[in-house]
C-alpha cells in the first residue's frame, strides 16, 4: 500500500544548471528545512560520483539516518532515489520510499516536479499516512520554493 506526494515549481536557469544544483549533496540541508513534525536534511553524502547505483546518507535533524540508493540518474532529465527500512518511529509506518525529480524545460527556466511514493507497512496504516501526506507535500514544496528564491 502506497501514499504519494508531489510538489513543482518552476526554476530560473537551464535545464542543466537547475539539475546540477539541485541534485547537488549540499543543496539538500540548505534547502529541506524543519517544517511542522517534518525534520530538516542536517546532511547528505554521496559514495562516490553521483551516477546510478550510487550510495547516499541522509542525515536528519532528528537523528535519522537514511541510507539512499540511485536507481536512475539521467542528467539533466531525472534523478530517482530509493530508501528502504527506515529507523524508527518513522520506520513503524513506512517500509520504504521512492522519490523522483524531474526537471523539463520551460522556455529559458526549468519545471521541477518531485514526487515521492511512501510504502505503508500495511493497508490498515493508510488513514495515517493519508494524514500525514498534506504535511509531507508542504515540506517538499517549501525546499522547491527556496531553490526558486535562490537561483
Do not use: N
Request: charge should be positive; hydrophobic fraction near 45%; glycine fraction near 8%.
Amino acid at each position: 500500500m502506497k501514499v504519494h506526494a508531489k510538489a513543482e515549481a518552476t526554476i530560473p536557469g537551464t535545464r542543466e544548471a537547475v539539475f546540477e544544483r539541485l541534485t547537488a549533496d549540499e543543496a539538500l540541508s540548505r534547502l529541506c528545512l524543519r517544517r511542522g513534525p517534518f525534520a530538516a536534511i542536517q546532511h547528505a553524502e554521496t559514495h562516490g560520483m553521483l551516477e546510478t547505483g550510487a550510495r547516499r546518507t541522509v542525515t536528519m535533524s532528528d537523528g535519522m539516518v537514511l541510507e539512499e540508493t540511485i536507481v536512475d540518474l539521467t542528467r539533466p532529465e531525472r534523478h530517482v532515489y530509493e530508501w528502504r527500512d527506515p529507523p524508527l518511529p518513522l520506520g513503524a509506518l513506512i517500509r520504504g520510499a521512492r522519490g523522483s525529480w524531474t526537471f523539463r524545460e520551460a522556455g529559458a527556466d526549468t519545471r521541477v516536479t518531485w514526487s515521492y511514493a511512501l510504502e505503508l507497512r500495511s493497508a490498515w496504516l493508510r488513514p495515517l499516512g493519508a494524514l500525514l501526506v498534506p504535511g509531507f507535500r508542504g515540506w517538499m514544496q517549501a525546499a522547491l520554493d527556496r531553490a526558486r528564491a535562490e537561483a
